[in-house]
């Protein structure tokens, strides 16, 4: 009898409805642009992760190996940076297209610091603005992937495994 588990898709989604209000509560707040407040996004990910490959092996009863559970684990990484992919271009697009603005003002205000020149820093601008959107979805994609890589394999690595070979004799 095969037993019952999550699917990655149904944990994926959880997570990902998770991060969505938490990013959607700091927006309204007009905290998006706290660095301590996104790391928190990032480790509610973080644990996320490790809590599906241990939930994974859990329902499975330790009946499960490594890899496994490291699979398990890495396509609800996969499936929440699709997810967050996606709420990433609504949320620049419709959402909160100021975000642009107040990372622009940064850079230029991080620019102006440097001592570069009005030119350069005008130049850098044009740039960023135009490119904004491919360097937010590339960042996701780079940042949800490493850090889904690294939980998948603390989940698996503390989950509890204690797998049956068919090999072992019965009696």
């Given at each position: 009898m095969e037993q019952k588990t999550t699917s990655p898709a149904i944990k994926g989604l959880i997570i990902s409805l998770i991060l969505i209000v938490f990013s959607l509560i700091l927006q309204f707040l007009d905290l998006s642009s706290n660095k301590g407040l996104g790391s928190i996004s990032l480790l509610l990910f973080f644990a996320g992760i490790i809590w599906s490959g241990i939930i994974y092996a859990n329902q499975l009863h330790g009946n499960i190996t490594f890899g496994s559970i490291f699979a398990h684990a890495f396509k609800v990484a996969a499936?929440?940076?699709?997810?967050?992919?996606?709420?990433?271009?609504?949320?620049?697009?419709?959402?909160?297209?100021?975000?642009?603005?107040?990372?622009?003002?940064?850079?230029?205000?991080?620019?102006?610091?440097?001592?570069?020149?009005?030119?350069?820093?005008?130049?850098?601008?044009?740039?960023?603005?135009?490119?904004?959107?491919?360097?937010?979805?590339?960042?996701?994609?780079?940042?949800?992937?490493?850090?889904?890589?690294?939980?998948?394999?603390?989940?698996?690595?503390?989950?509890?495994?204690?797998?049956?070979?068919?090999?072992?004799?019965?009696?």
């Open positions: 499936a929440v940076t699709a997810i967050m992919t996606i709420f990433t271009i609504i949320s620049i697009k419709f959402i909160s297209p100021e975000q642009i603005d107040v990372a622009l003002r940064e850079a230029r205000t991080g620019m102006e610091e440097k001592n570069m020149s009005d030119d350069q820093i005008d130049q850098a601008m044009s740039i960023t603005r135009k490119f904004f959107l491919p360097f937010a979805i590339g960042g996701v994609l780079f940042i949800y992937m490493v850090v889904g890589l690294i939980g998948a394999l603390i989940g698996a690595a503390v989950a509890k495994k204690n797998p049956e070979t068919p090999f072992v004799q019965q009696g």
